[in-house]
Structure formats: structure tokens, C-alpha cells
């Protein structure tokens, strides 16, 4: 039987009233919010953004950051019909030769609706994304973030892999150049893209694409070293990166360990 551990010790999950749960599980989700606020705050800081956040933040941001309003309720209730998005398909395949550029294409059970995520093979110190959302084939909005510095999409990618937290993908220029928020929560999120000219698309992703997507972008960006004797072999035919590097989990639980990222004692 489950058990939830409590001040009061461990207690089975069906002993617990339904009012107790929902009170708990909104108080672990506020603690993690609290947590990511604080990192995000630091990332402002490092990138001299804190001075201009009440001047040039969208007043979202500037709320959130203030602690106003819970930004995961927020963007819920403003896009509240996001499409889900369920399968996806990678170009080129594993195995088969690289190109310039990598895709991937992200779309509902009808197809109706598609975000592609192209990303450039050749990243160095910098890389960059760019997301398309496309709505019947018809009308497609486009976010392009670039460049994306290593230490942002190694820390993006740690934070892809909970089960709940916000997690920001930008650029040094913050706000004032497209960016991209997942909102994850018990595995599935909900994914918003921002542009300062004005325009906004948002849809929904289950666990497995969450997943799928992250183990993707971490073969690109991050390829794992190749064995010594298969470098021949590679110069010869170069093929898309190699399986997921799974210790991509290991270095998440060690981010989410380290002191900061723990909300400060109460007064």
C-alpha cells in the first residue's frame, strides 16, 4: 500500500481524507515554485536582468517574479484549450546520415495541430532552436532562439526531468528576445512560446514526449563520447548521435540536491 510521509509520520494513502491530499499536494507544488522562482531570480541576476525586470518584463513576468500570481494558473487559465500533442517523429532517423539540421515533429492524434523543433547540428559553445507551431497545415507561428548558451540548455534539460517545476528556456536577452516555458506537472506539460513582437502559441505534451524530446535534444547538444574502436566507423558513415545518455537523470537529482535549490528557512 502507498504511504505518505507526514509530520505526523508515514500514513497509507487511503487513510488520508481527500481534503488533506489536495491541501498537501497544492503545498509541494507551491514549494517547488518557490524553488524555481528563486533559481530563476539568480539566472536574472547573472545575466543583469533584475535591474530592468519592472521596466521591461511582460507584466506576467513581473507578477510572477513578485510572487503575485502562481504563473502555472496563470497561463492554464489563458490558454485553457491547448492541443495535446502525443506522437512524434525524428529526421534524420538514428543511423542514418546528418545534415545541417536535425527536426523534429511534434503533433496531436489527428495531426491537426504540429510544433517542429529544428535544431542546428553544428552547436559548439552556442546553439540554437527554433519552434513552429502549425495549426491545420494552414497558419504556423514561428519562435527562433538563438543562441542558446551551454550552461542554459544543460540546466533546461536537468530541470526537464521531474515530475513537477517550471522550467524557462531563453536566450541571454531574456524577454526581449523569443522564448519558450514548460510547465510540468506530474509528468505532462503544458508548453507556452513568447515573442516580444506580440504573438503567443501554447500546447500540451504527455510524459513520453516529454521525455522523447529531451533525450533528443540531449544527443545533440551533449552527444555521448564514442568507444575508440567505432571512430573509424564513424568517420566513414557519420550517423545521428547514440542512444540517450541516461545519466542525464543521475545529474538532475544531483541539480535538484544542491543547496540552492532549496527555499530559504522561515523567519
Given at each position: 500500500?502507498?504511504?505518505?510521509h507526514?509530520?505526523?509520520?508515514?500514513?497509507p494513502?487511503?487513510?488520508?481524507?481527500?481534503?488533506?491530499?489536495?491541501?498537501?499536494?497544492?503545498?509541494?507544488t507551491?514549494?517547488?515554485?518557490?524553488?524555481?522562482?528563486?533559481?530563476?531570480?539568480?539566472?536574472?541576476?547573472?545575466?543583469?536582468?533584475?535591474?530592468?525586470?519592472?521596466?521591461?518584463?511582460?507584466l506576467?513576468?513581473?507578477?510572477?517574479?513578485?510572487?503575485e500570481?502562481?504563473?502555472?494558473?496563470?497561463?492554464?487559465?489563458?490558454?485553457?484549450?491547448?492541443?495535446?500533442?502525443?506522437?512524434?517523429?525524428?529526421?534524420?532517423?538514428?543511423?542514418?546520415?546528418?545534415?545541417?539540421?536535425?527536426?523534429?515533429?511534434?503533433?496531436?492524434?489527428?495531426?491537426?495541430?504540429?510544433?517542429?523543433?529544428?535544431?542546428?547540428?553544428?552547436?559548439?559553445?552556442?546553439?540554437?532552436?527554433?519552434?513552429?507551431?502549425?495549426?491545420?497545415?494552414?497558419?504556423?507561428?514561428?519562435?527562433?532562439?538563438?543562441?542558446?548558451?551551454?550552461?542554459?540548455?544543460?540546466?533546461?534539460?536537468?530541470?526537464?526531468d521531474?515530475?513537477?517545476?517550471?522550467?524557462?528556456?531563453?536566450?541571454?536577452?531574456?524577454?526581449?528576445?523569443?522564448?519558450v516555458?514548460?510547465?510540468?506537472?506530474?509528468?505532462?506539460a503544458?508548453?507556452?512560446?513568447?515573442?516580444?513582437?506580440?504573438?503567443?502559441?501554447?500546447?500540451?505534451?504527455?510524459?513520453?514526449?516529454?521525455?522523447?524530446?529531451?533525450?533528443?535534444?540531449e544527443?545533440i547538444?551533449?552527444?555521448?563520447?564514442?568507444?575508440?574502436?567505432?571512430?573509424?566507423?564513424?568517420?566513414?558513415?557519420?550517423?545521428?548521435?547514440?542512444?540517450?545518455?541516461?545519466?542525464?537523470?543521475?545529474?538532475?537529482?544531483?541539480?535538484?540536491?544542491r543547496?540552492?535549490?532549496?527555499?530559504?528557512?522561515?523567519p
Amino acid at each position: 500500500m502507498a504511504e505518505l510521509h507526514t509530520e505526523q509520520g508515514r500514513t497509507p494513502l487511503d487513510e488520508i481524507p481527500v481534503e488533506e491530499l489536495i491541501r498537501l499536494t497544492r503545498e509541494f507544488t507551491r514549494r517547488i515554485t518557490d524553488q524555481d522562482r528563486q533559481r530563476l531570480a539568480v539566472d536574472l541576476r547573472e545575466s543583469g536582468h533584475q535591474n530592468t525586470l519592472k521596466i521591461t518584463a511582460p507584466l506576467t513576468l513581473q507578477q510572477f517574479f513578485s510572487g503575485e500570481i502562481d504563473l502555472d494558473t496563470e497561463l492554464a487559465r489563458r490558454f485553457a484549450n491547448a492541443p495535446l500533442l502525443s506522437h512524434v517523429r525524428f529526421f534524420p532517423k538514428p543511423g542514418q546520415r546528418l545534415v545541417r539540421q536535425a527536426n523534429a515533429i511534434l503533433a496531436s492524434q489527428d495531426d491537426s495541430t504540429i510544433v517542429t523543433v529544428d535544431a542546428d547540428l553544428e552547436t559548439g559553445p552556442e546553439a540554437s532552436l527554433e519552434f513552429t507551431f502549425t495549426l491545420f497545415s494552414a497558419l504556423g507561428l514561428r519562435f527562433r532562439l538563438d543562441p542558446l548558451v551551454t550552461v542554459d540548455r544543460r540546466r533546461w534539460l536537468d530541470m526537464l526531468d521531474r515530475n513537477n517545476g517550471i522550467a524557462f528556456l531563453w536566450t541571454r536577452d531574456r524577454w526581449e528576445q523569443p522564448y519558450v516555458i514548460f510547465v510540468i506537472r506530474e509528468g505532462f506539460a503544458r508548453v507556452y512560446a513568447f515573442s516580444p513582437l506580440g504573438f503567443e502559441a501554447a500546447v500540451r505534451m504527455t510524459p513520453d514526449l516529454v521525455r522523447e524530446l529531451a533525450d533528443w535534444l540531449e544527443n545533440i547538444w551533449f552527444p555521448v563520447e564514442p568507444p575508440a574502436d567505432a571512430v573509424a566507423d564513424m568517420e566513414r558513415s557519420p550517423t545521428l548521435a547514440q542512444p540517450p545518455d541516461r545519466s542525464r537523470l543521475q545529474r538532475a537529482a544531483q541539480f535538484m540536491a544542491r543547496p540552492e535549490a532549496s527555499p530559504p528557512p522561515p523567519p
